[in-house]
């Protein structure tokens, strides 16, 4: 079955970095897209960044664009984020998922939580 864990979350000074990881098993990760999500509270869940299938291609969210880096290594099925300049505002569970046409696709792993804060 599908499982996607995901990991690297913390507690983190304002400019501050953390790198979030994603384990994928139970599809073929190298073949589809790949993004991160994140959820804060009150609010709902937002797209923040997306990687092809190869690697070629990413997005970004406006808030996150400049800050933040989507990787991936299909050799592990891992993907990864790397968040720098973390804002207070960056504060959420992030989440990662497949990503079909936009929207993300099958069930969410259990996040990770990100707190920026003094």
């Known amino acids: 079955q599908v499982q996607l864990v995901e990991s690297g979350g913390g507690l983190v000074q304002p400019g501050g970095s953390l790198r979030l990881s994603c384990a994928a098993s139970?599809?073929?990760?190298?073949?589809?897209?790949m993004s991160w999500y994140r959820q804060a509270p009150g609010k709902e869940r937002e797209l923040v960044a997306s990687?092809?299938?190869?690697?070629?291609?990413?997005n970004y969210a406006d808030s996150v664009k400049g800050r933040f880096t989507i990787s991936r290594d299909n050799a592990k099925n891992t993907v990864y984020l790397q968040m720098n300049s973390l804002k207070f505002e960056d504060t959420a569970v992030y989440y990662c998922?497949?990503?079909?046409?936009?929207?993300?696709?099958?069930?969410w792993g259990q996040g990770t939580q990100v707190t920026v804060s003094p």
């Open positions: 990687i092809t299938s190869t690697g070629g291609s990413t």
């Open positions: 139970g599809f073929t990760f190298s073949t589809w897209t």
């Open positions: 998922n497949r990503n079909c046409g936009g929207r993300a696709f099958g069930s």
